[in-house]
């Protein structure tokens, strides 16, 4: 069974394709349960984009290590690097919050178990499935990432998401580019 892998950051934010996991779609949840007119809480942004940027880091490194082509390995580079410097601003725009919100210091359950998966892929069907959640989950981040920006519930958040769509497009198109290179 394959599986897919949410990655956002908030990018985030995130997929992995892995064959035998499956993790829900935070961002897709938690945007589908809005009305029209609804914010985005900040903490479930937070939150969402946090884990998202959390895993996009430790995912990223190990694409630096096991993946085959320069593209994949280039593009996890890219990940450690951009989604370091996308929480640092989403953290800092958390702790300025009133009253400040907590950014997330570890992943969750299900990130973990994700991380473990993707280690244990094996070398040969790496880079595709690699890209194949990181397709997916920059998808679900750009979709968080302008949600947020338009009828985020802080305007600090807000201004942080708006200011990070573009960065999450180009992920997005990067992952395309190479995931269309390796097919």
């Keep these: 069974m394959k599986a897919v892998l949410v990655l956002s950051a908030a990018a985030i ?13 935070e961002p897709a949840q938690m945007l589908a349960s809005l009305a029209p007119t609804s914010q985005i809480d900040p903490a479930n942004y937070v939150q ?17 290590k096991r993946a ?19 929480n640092a601003r989403i953290r800092a725009a958390a702790a300025a919050s ?9 992943l969750d359950p299900q990130h973990q178990e994700t991380l473990a998966a993707l280690r244990s892929v094996p070398r040969t069907e ?12 920059h998808r679900e981040a750009l979709e968080l990432q302008q949600s947020y920006g338009e009828s985020g519930g802080d305007p600090t958040l807000k201004a942080v998401a708006s ?3 573009p960065i999450v497009r180009h992920h997005l198109d990067e ?9």
Excluded: W
């Design 13 to 25: 934010m995130g997929a992995v394709a892995l064959a035998g996991c499956r993790r829900d779609s």
């Design 48 to 64: 969402t984009a946090g884990q998202s940027g959390l895993f996009e880091v430790e995912a990223g490194k190990v694409a630096e």
């Design 68 to 86: 085959r082509s320069a593209e994949t390995r280039r593009f996890g580079r890219m990940m450690v690097r951009d989604h370091t410097d996308a």
């Design 98 to 106: 009133n009253p400040p919100i907590p950014f997330p210091t570890a």
């Design 126 to 137: 790496f880079d595709r499935q690699y890209m194949e959640g990181q397709v997916e989950g």
């Design 163 to 165: 200011e990070l769509t």
């Design 175 to 183: 992952a395309q580019t190479i995931l269309s290179n390796l097919r």
